[in-house]
Each structure stands twice: as C-alpha cells, then as structure tokens.
C-alpha cells in the first residue's frame, strides 16, 4: 500500500510540475504585457524598435523561425501585425485580439481553429 501512495504521489508530482511549466510558457502569448521565454532587455528593444519602423526583416530575425506567429505574419500583414502590437501596448486589448484573430493568430474563429487543428500534431504521425 505504501509503494502505491509513493507511487500516486510521484505522478501527481510530476503532472503538477507540467502544468506550472506549460501554463507559464502558455501566459505570454497575445498579451504584450507578459514577458515571454525568449525575452531580454536587448531583444525587448529591437522588438520595439522592428514594430515601430515597420521593419519585417528586422523582426523576422528576431524571431528566428520560433512559434505559429513566425509561420502566420509574412511582409503583407506585418504592418497589420505592428498595429495590433501598439493597440496591445496601450491597452486596448479587443482591438488587438481582433486583429489578431483577422491575421489567423487567435484561436476563437474558424480560420485560426482550423490552423491549429492541422498544425497541432504535426510531427506526431509517420
């Protein structure tokens, strides 16, 4: 009886420490108030910097390939992007989220649903 207490008690241990993790990683994503795992006070300022000239290459860099945002804003909707970013900034959260979602960021219509859902697994099938 005891090894299988020790044994709940681990796996709880273990899914509590996930659920930290992912929830901290999850928090920063669309709220320009979070700071995300990839944040520094360098990279913080040529963010700032790449959305206030509009510079989508600038930006590109920054990102460096990482997370469904870099494979969704290309040089067309940048600008779009950067607009949605200064309405976050000020605390206009709807209109941003809005913008986002037109952009396929949010996950509240049916063009971001159906994004999520084919990119979701990817990799998990052979």
Aim: net charge positive.
């Amino acid at each position: 009886m005891k090894k299988s207490t020790l044994g709940f008690g681990a796996v709880a241990l273990v899914l509590g420490t996930i659920g930290v993790f992912a929830g901290s990683a999850l928090a920063y994503k669309g709220d320009a108030t979070v700071k995300g795992p990839n944040y520094s006070a360098e990279r913080h300022v040529a963010m700032e910097k790449a959305f206030e000239s509009k510079d989508y290459d600038a930006w590109k860099n920054l990102m460096q390939g990482k997370g469904m945002v870099a494979q969704v804003i290309n040089k067309d909707n940048f600008a779009k992007f950067a607009e949605a970013h200064e309405l976050a900034e000020q605390g206009n959260m709807a209109e941003a989220q809005k913008i986002r979602q037109e952009l396929g960021l949010g996950m509240h219509n049916g063009k971001a649903k159906e994004m999520g859902k084919k990119g979701m697994h990817r990799g998990m099938h052979r």
